[in-house]
């Protein structure tokens, strides 16, 4: 019998949901299989309607969706367990939860701000909703402009990366000055 990858993946979840302890997996697992996928997807390109390329889809999706699915059940055990040990953690899963555990620190934050009376704490959190602050990377030559916030932001030339607020970046995006997929919101705090 042939062990192949999605076999491999697919025993590994379901070691992880018949476990109730987040299972410590290879810190490379996903980029093996996105190195997989790069190999077997270079055999047949997406276009041509070949058995060859009809089975490299179809293995690309089994993967694709149980490594999905390994990801999900990992967050969940993780935000269940608010003792959860994160080092069990791949790097690409602490990607995803690291805006929960920011989420928590915040949470906390606004819930010590409230018990110790402290308006000052309350209203800096209320301030940094209110202005976001976005990174952009231009598409092509712009003028300065004035940014919400009243500062001055400019001139600049394709492929300048500029921190913005973030209701300017939505106009500059939906004109297609700036790139959407290099918009990323810059933490506070």
Same mark, same amino acid.
């Given at each position: 019998?042939?062990?192949?990858?999605?076999?491999?993946?697919?025993? *590994?979840?379901?070691? %992880?949901?018949?476990?109730? !302890?987040?299972?410590?997996? #290879?810190?490379?697992?996903?980029?093996? =299989? @996105?190195?997989?996928?790069?190999?077997?997807?270079?055999?047949?390109?997406?276009?041509?309607?070949?058995?060859?390329?009809?089975?490299?889809?179809g293995?690309?999706?089994?993967?694709?969706?149980?490594?999905?699915?390994?990801?999900?059940?990992?967050?969940?055990?993780?935000?269940?367990?608010?003792?959860?040990?994160?080092?069990? *953690?791949?790097?690409? %899963?602490?990607?995803?939860? !690291?805006?929960?555990?920011? #989420?928590?620190?915040?949470?906390?934050? =606004? @819930?010590?701000?409230?018990?110790?009376?402290?308006?000052?704490?309350?209203?800096?959190?209320?301030?940094?909703?209110?202005q976001?602050?976005?990174?952009?990377?231009?598409?092509?030559?712009?003028?300065?402009?004035?940014?919400?916030?009243?500062?001055?932001?400019?001139?600049?030339?394709?492929?300048?990366?500029?921190i913005?607020? *973030?209701?300017?970046?939505?106009?500059?995006?939906?004109?297609?000055?700036?790139?959407?997929?290099?918009?990323?919101?810059?933490?506070?705090?």
């Open positions: 019998m042939i062990d192949t990858r999605a076999d491999k993946l697919y025993r *590994l979840l379901e070691d %992880e949901n018949n476990s109730k !302890e987040l299972l410590k997996i #290879s810190q490379d697992t996903y980029q093996e =299989i @996105a190195a997989h996928v790069k190999t077997i997807r270079a055999e047949g390109s997406d276009k041509e309607r070949s058995l060859a390329s009809e089975l490299s889809v293995e690309r999706r089994i993967l694709s969706k149980i490594a999905r699915r390994l990801i999900e059940v990992r967050i969940q055990k993780f935000s269940t367990d608010p003792d959860a040990d994160v080092t069990n *953690l791949t790097l690409e %899963e602490r990607y995803v939860i !690291e805006p929960m555990i920011q #989420s928590r620190k915040r949470l906390e934050r =606004i @819930a010590e701000g409230i018990f110790n009376g402290q308006v000052g704490e309350l209203s800096h959190a209320s301030e940094s909703v209110r976001k602050y976005v990174y952009a990377r231009f598409l092509q030559p712009y003028s300065a402009i004035s940014g919400t916030d009243l500062a001055s932001y400019g001139p600049f030339e394709p492929e300048d990366v500029a913005l607020p *973030l209701e300017n970046a939505k106009i500059l995006l939906k004109n297609g000055i700036i790139g959407g997929k290099w918009i990323e919101a810059e933490e506070q705090r």
